[in-house]
């Protein structure tokens, strides 16, 4: 049901007969009253409706008199599990996602939220680094195991996958490698199953993909940084690689940063403008990416390459790499201000 949802959207001068066919079409027992920007302006029930009739109103009179103009509603950042959470402390069976603007991206149901699919795709998790500029906090313990909200960052991660119905996952591992071998172990806690690739020497950040075993999926594999903390909808992910068909996509966050000058452009020695402390953006890679098999299958073992430098060779080949905007929460654990901040932000995300 959960893909019919915008046949759920009324305006607020839309009269109770009319949200009584929109709500039986859309089959979702809940109509999203929208504004003229497009923003929600409250939701209309089944039960709102005959509440109404109840009272005596006419099935000409506009859902604006009977709607909720203040319902519950979860933000696009929301963790799978805060949406659960949320509906049901307040005993709701849908729950509308908002952006940042106050506009309806899509409508959660508790009965959509449990139900668990299931991906064949294998994952390939990154935990070889040796966390550098995370010292002291790394003498002794890798990074991936670092705490954050009284877990390790990669144990946040896994169980991210976990809950989208991701069973097959790889870790490389380098660096302090025992210790994260011992803590994740065969995956059986987590009802899954895992296995390792260990990088005799460091292969870079998609030279490990060369150790696979021969036999992995030949599905898409979905592979990620280890010390990244997101909420990506990874199923979602899948999906648009999928429908694009590409070779590879890659996961992009969209980066601005502020000159603090004013910047003069000129024309040989004559000025021509001048643009006081300009805003630039740009998409910088997420550190998030799904490959075909074709692709990884081309990386030889112990060969040493990065990523960046793996797909822009497809791309001069003429293969076609997507990108994937990332607009759920995203932060890269590489400094220890990241660190810091992720421990004050991690009750809000997850």
């Known amino acids: 049901m959960k893909q019919n949802w915008r046949e759920a959207l009324i305006k607020p001068d839309t009269t109770l007969q009319e949200a009584i066919y929109v709500i039986d079409k859309a089959a979702l027992q809940i109509a999203l009253v929208i504004d003229e920007l497009e923003g929600l302006a409250g939701v209309v029930t089944d039960g709102d409706i005959r509440r109404a009739l109840i009272k005596g109103l006419p099935l000409d009179h506009s859902v604006a008199e009977v709607m909720n103009a203040k319902p519950k509603v979860a933000s696009v950042n929301d963790s799978k599990t805060k949406l659960i959470a949320m509906m049901e402390a307040n005993s709701l069976i849908h729950l509308p996602v908002l952006d940042v603007d106050g506009k309806v991206v899509r409508l959660e149901t508790l009965q959509g939220l449990y139900k668990q699919p299931q991906f064949r795709n294998p994952v390939f998790l990154m935990a070889g680094g040796f966390g550098t500029r995370l010292r002291p906090l790394t003498d002794n313990c890798p990074k991936p195991l670092l705490e954050i909200g009284g877990k390790p960052i990669l144990e946040t991660t896994l169980e991210n996958f976990v809950s989208s119905g991701f069973r097959d996952f790889y870790i490389a591992v380098h660096y302090l490698a025992d210790q994260i071998k011992d803590y994740f172990g065969d995956g059986q806690r987590w009802g899954i199953r895992i296995r390792y690739i260990e990088e005799r020497q460091p292969l870079g950040t998609a030279g490990a993909l060369g150790l696979l075993p021969d036999d992995v999926s030949d599905l898409p594999m979905i592979v990620m940084n280890g010390d990244i903390l997101t909420q990506i909808d ?117």
Not at 267 to 280: C, L, M, N, S, Y
């Open 234 to 350: 990874f199923a979602r992910l899948l999906a648009y690689h999928n429908e694009h068909q590409g070779i590879a996509t890659l996961c992009v966050r969209r980066y601005e940063y502020q000159i603090p000058y004013g910047v003069v452009t000129i024309d040989a020695q004559r000025v021509t403008g001048i643009v006081e402390k300009p805003v630039h953006s740009c998409f910088s890679n997420a550190g998030v990416y799904v490959l075909n098999q074709s692709l990884v299958k081309t990386i030889a073992k112990q060969q040493q390459v990065d990523m960046p430098e793996l797909l822009n060779q497809q791309i001069r080949a003429g293969e076609l790499v997507s990108m994937f905007p990332v607009h759920e929460y995203w932060l890269d654990i590489g400094r220890e201000s990241d660190f810091l901040r992720a421990q004050g932000e991690f009750s809000k995300y997850f």
